[in-house]
Each structure stands twice: as C-alpha cells, then as structure tokens.
C-alpha cells in the first residue's frame, strides 16, 4: 500500500500538466465559444523549441525557454489572426474544425522543420531523485507543480484584478453586451489566443525534461488537457486545477492498481462519464443559458 | 545557325549510339522500401545500402561480367501500394529478384504475388511469420525477435536471476516481443511475475515500475522502441529500481543513448553486431562485413550506418552469391539462395535450408551494456 503514495505523486506531476492545458482549453472557449483543438499542438511547439534554441542555437536554458514560450505565443496569435479572424461569420462548429485543420498544419510543418526524431531536453535542475516517505520524485517534478501553481495565482489575479482581465470576464458573460459598454471583443479574442499558446508551451516546456518532445506529442497532452478542461466545466479557475490532478492521479492508479492497459482509457471514460452525467462539470451548476 | 543543328545532330547521334552501348544484358533487381512515411527510419538506410552496393559491384565489373540494374520504388509503409508495386516489378520490369519491404505488413502483403509469380523475395523486415510456415520464393534478412530474448534469458539463467517483470509497448513490436517472453520463460526455468504495457506515445512509465518495483521480480526486461524505452530508463533511475533493466534490440542506436541520457548507463541490450563492430574480436567472422560495410557507408553518407542498412547489404549480398554460383534466372537465383551456408554478412551468419529462409543463429545477437555513453560487450 505503501505504492499508493508514489502513484499519487507521480499523478500529481502529470496532471498539473493535464491542468495547464486545461486551463487553455477554458480560456478560448469562455473569449469564443469554440473549442481550439489546436491548443495541443502549442504544448508540442514550447517543447520542441526549447530543444531548438537550445541544442541547436545553442542558447542557454533559460534565453531558450523565454524564446520558446515566445515563438509558440506568435503562432497563436498568427493562429488567430490568419485563421480564425477572417472568418468572422462563422458557426461554432466551423471554427472548431478551422482549429483541427490548424492543429494538423502545425504538426505538419514541425515535422518538415524538425524531423520525426525525438528529442530530449536537459531538465531544469539535475536528475537526482528526491525522496519523499517511501516515494520519490525529480527535482523537474518540483518545477512542474511550481511553475503551474505560479501560472494559476496569475491567472487568478488578472480574471479577477485586472482591467482586461475583467474585460475577458465580461465577454466570456455575454459578447454583445460587453460590446455595447465599449470592449473590444475582437482584441479579447486575440488576447485569449495569446494566453493560452504561452501557457500551453509553458506546459510543454516544463514536461519536456521528462518526457522528451517531438512532432507529434502534442496530439495525446492536448486530448488529456481537454478531459480536464471539461471535468472543470470550462472554467478558468480552480475547477480545471482539480479536474487535472483528478484525471492524473486517476490515470496513475488505475495504471499501477488495474492494469496499464487501461491508462488512456481511463481518461476518455471519465470524459465521456462527465459529459453524460454532469455536462456542465463536476463541480459547476447547471447553467440553462449556456447549451 | 547551321554549325549550331550540326552539332545537335551530332550530340543526338552519340547520345543514341550512347544509349546502345549501354544496352548491354543487365540483371534487373527490384526493391522497395519505405523510404518516405511512418517506416522511414527504415527504409531510408536500406534505400541508400542497396543503392550503394549495387554501385559498388558495378564498378567491380558486376557479377560474372554483368551489371546490376536496380530498380528502387517508394512504398510509403503503406501494403496496399507494396501490393501495387510489387506487381510493377514482376510484369513491367521484368526482375530476376526483389528486395525488401522494410515491415513486416508489407512483405506478408505481396508474399502471395511472389510465390504466384516465380520470383524470389528477401525480406527486409523483422516479423517472423514472414518466413514461418517457409515459403518457396521468400527470405529474409532482418534478425527475429525470438533470437534477442533467449540471448537475454540465456544471460539470465546464467546469473541465476529467474523472476524477471516485462513491459512492453502495445504495438506490433512490443506485443511480438511480450509472446516471445512469455513463450520462451519455461525453457530458461524464469517466471514472468509481472507482466505490464504501455503505450507507445506514453510519457510517464513510473506507475506501472512502481508496482514492479514492489513485485518479486530480479529483473526488468523492457520491450520497444523510441522513445518509450528512454522515459522508462529515466522514471526507473527516479524510482530508484535497483533490479538489472534489459531492453530490446528494438533501442539499439546511439539514439537512445542520447534520449535516456544518464538514466541509460548499465543498461543491457541484445544487439546486432553493427553497433559495436569496432568492438568485436578479430576471430569474429562477421567483423570484416562489417567494417567493410560501417566504413563505406560512412564516406558515402556521412551518416553512421545501422541494423536497418545492414539488412539491405546482407539482400544484396546474398543475391550476389547466389546468381555467382548458379545464373541470373528467378528459380536457378531461389534454389541456389536457399543453398547458402555460412555466409558471413551484416545481421549475422546466414544459412538457408529448405526448412528455414531466416538462416540465423543465437549469434546474430550479443549483448550489450551502455557504459560511459558507449557501448561495450557483455561477455
């Protein structure tokens, strides 16, 4: 039983990641309605270029980190601007398929640029393992709950106490009113985009020491992040945070007390459990407004 | 103007009587590999082997005075195209003999054609159903998986380490790897007490080696390919497992090495003997293929040459032999392939008989250890 702490912990770590994500997911959906599948494909593009700045720019860790978070942060706001802009009029369900056309072009041209190889990135902070009880993490571990416990307070304090914060609050309410008393939706929009890639390749950045990067890594995180986003019920908050831990530590169990055969099942069974049961979320009330 | 037509007619002239020149009798070999495609990993390196033997025999005046025309089409990985291609091979271009595919899906997708159209086929993929029932016009050259777990079992028994957990990737190559272990147990007196999978796109193995770490096993034996392997090397060294960790040959590239990092040092390994040919003793029969074979892919491709290239030059080579013993027609270059006996080539020493187109031994694989971010061989 004593196995039950390191589950825990390891499904801690990913699912801070599975939160990350999440909390992109959320963060497009309230500023547009639309679910961006892209947002996968920007946790693959902050790993993959930390491992570009640094191993092949020979940058030094951190300049290849700000560089990365940086150059994922311009493709989603080219993303916004050159294809989800343009199509003004358009349905829900067309932008949510502009967002899959996006993410396969993404993935394509990372391929083209940097093969079909995997690669590894160095962690932050050695690879020697810290014990904790009978369990034991990586430093990388420390970084990763860290630095999503950091992005989340932020997150909180510019929703909540900050004037385009509140502006995005408003949009996410109710689009049409928070135009008439003067917000800029269209500049929210792409601010929303803005966010969420920096913070999809935040999370890719800091899993990339463990897991290593590639091309097309980006498909299953997104999928995950996308379970936690929905298990929160879309919400910015702390709703998604746990959703992610939850999915995490789930999968982890499941993987060691089950069988590892199931692990990503796991995952879509909850999603499909919550979108059948409790469509608004685990933990958010039914709203009739929003379908 | 007129000195100008001249002299084209004169170039079209000599470009003609050029071409009838040329046109001397060639033995037509056909290949395909994946060369672009989910499989290029592997048909990449036997795209530039083949091309590159073949070039060399030319230049050697060819086989008995006759060069080869090899005829190189892209797979893609894809069967149904194999299928398609196959068939080009034998109607349009007329070959004497085809080497490749690269997988093993592609080779048991135009088994059939070959046998149907007389025309003799080495394999360049690993799946042992390829040559398993035999068939008459198919070989093949890439090492089976059943041969890289008895060298484990064998070093196993022979340090007394006899619970062993295994963890294989749930694809194609894991699951081949995890029937063979489970298969194989009984006859080395070892017990599978832990028997886990993970997905090839995994990135966190520390659950499932957290329950092997709490099991009775003595030994790991992990089964896939990059990058899986290298994220379970890393979450073992967290977890601190103090068990011997045995890979597959599936990671034997200085890849994985690079991937696993720190995490990869006293890993053990069944390998081909490409990887380490500069290792092998002189008395090793295999080591003057080769190096032959290291050192010119080296200076032609500026790239180390792999397990992957090794099975093209052993296709190659093997057809060599045999159209130098008996002649260039289909069946006299089958039954003298199947008359080969101890060729010494890439992937191993080769004997064909009519019961067994694989022709490999126990020896076609040594084990190796990573140590200081190298290779060396366990004895």
């Known amino acids: 039983m004593e196995q039950i702490l390191q589950y825990s912990l390891s499904g801690i770590a990913t699912g801070a990641i599975y939160a990350l994500i999440g909390i992109g997911f959320s963060i497009i959906y309230n500023a547009t309605g639309i679910i961006n599948f892209a947002q996968g494909e920007f946790v693959m593009l902050g790993g993959i270029l930390t491992f570009f700045f640094l191993d092949i720019l020979q940058f030094p860790l951190w300049g290849a980190i700000i560089l990365a978070v940086t150059g994922a942060t311009l493709c989603g706001l080219l993303f916004e601007r050159l294809a989800i802009r343009p199509l003004a009029k358009a349905t829900p369900i067309n932008l949510v398929i502009v967002t899959i056309g996006g993410s396969i072009l993404i993935r394509g041209l990372a391929m083209l640029i940097w093969g079909k190889d995997t690669h590894s990135v160095p962690s932050f902070s050695g690879d020697n393992p810290i014990a904790i009880g009978s369990a034991t993490l990586l430093p990388q571990h420390l970084w990763i709950m860290g630095i999503t416990l950091a992005v989340i307070c932020l997150n909180k304090y510019f929703f909540y106490h900050t004037i385009n914060g509140k502006a995005m609050r408003a949009c996410a309410y109710n689009p049409r009113a928070a135009g008439l008393v003067g917000i800029d939706v269209k500049r929210m929009v792409l601010l929303s985009f803005v966010i969420s890639s920096a913070m999809g390749s935040l999370a890719g950045i800091i899993i990339a020491p463990l897991t290593m990067t590639a091309y097309d890594v980006g498909v299953m995180l997104g999928l995950k992040g996308f379970c936690a986003a929905i298990i929160g019920g879309m919400s910015t908050g702390m709703s998604v945070v746990v959703g992610g831990l939850l999915l995490g530590v789930l999968e982890s169990l499941g993987a060691g007390l089950i069988s590892s055969g199931y692990k990503d099942a796991i995952a879509f069974i909850i999603l499909l459990l919550i979108l059948f049961i409790r469509p608004q979320g685990l933990f958010g009330k039914a709203e009739t407004e929003r379908v | ?379």
């Open chain 2, 1 to 379: 103007m007129g000195h100008r037509l001249l002299s084209y007619l004169l170039a079209a002239v000599f470009m003609l009587s050029g071409a009838s020149a040329f046109a001397a009798p060639t033995i037509k070999i056909g290949a395909l590999f994946s060369v672009t495609g989910p499989a290029a990993f592997l048909g990449e390196p036997e795209r530039n082997t083949a091309v590159m033997v073949v070039d060399q025999i030319n230049k050697a005046g060819g086989i008995k005075g006759k060069k080869i025309e090899l005829i190189v089409y892209d797979t893609n990985g894809d069967a149904t195209k194999a299928k398609q291609l196959v068939n080009k091979l034998i109607k349009n271009d007329k070959v004497s003999a085809i080497i490749g595919p690269s997988t093993t899906g592609e080779s048991m997708a135009i088994i059939n054609d070959v046998e149907k159209a007389g025309v003799p086929l080495i394999s360049c993929a690993a799946g042992i159903k390829i040559t398993e029932p035999v068939k008459k016009w198919v070989f093949k050259t890439a090492q089976n998986d059943s041969l890289a777990v008895a060298r484990i079992y064998e070093y196993l028994q022979k340090n007394r380490l006899n619970k062993v957990a295994i963890l294989t990737v749930s694809d194609g190559f894991g699951q081949s790897g995890r029937e063979q272990l489970k298969a194989q147990a009984k006859k080395y007196g070892i017990s599978v007490v832990s028997d886990d999978t993970y997905g090839p796109k995994d990135t966190d193995m520390s659950p499932q080696l957290t329950k092997i770490r709490g099991s009775k096993a003595q030994a790991l034996i992990c089964w896939g390919t990059n990058p899986g392997p290298a994220v379970v090397a890393k979450n073992a060294r967290q977890l601190g497992l103090k068990m011997p960790v045995f890979m597959s040959h599936g990671v034997s590239s200085k890849k994985f090495i690079q991937l696993a990092g720190d995490a990869a040092e006293g890993l053990k390994l069944p390998s081909g003997k490409v990887i380490v040919a500069d290792l092998l003793p002189a008395s090793d029969p295999q080591k003057k293929s080769l190096m032959a074979f290291v050192n010119d892919y080296k200076k032609h491709y500026r790239a180390e040459g792999d397990h992957f290239g090794g099975h093209a030059w052993d296709a190659v080579m093997l057809l060599k032999g045999a159209i130098e013993r008996g002649g260039d027609t289909p069946a006299a270059i089958r039954d003298q392939l199947e008359k080969t006996r101890q060729f010494h080539g890439i992937g191993g020493t080769f004997t064909f008989t009519s019961q067994d187109h694989a022709g490999l031994g126990k020896d076609a694989f040594v084990l190796v250890e990573v140590k200081n971010k190298d290779w060396v061989i366990v004895k």
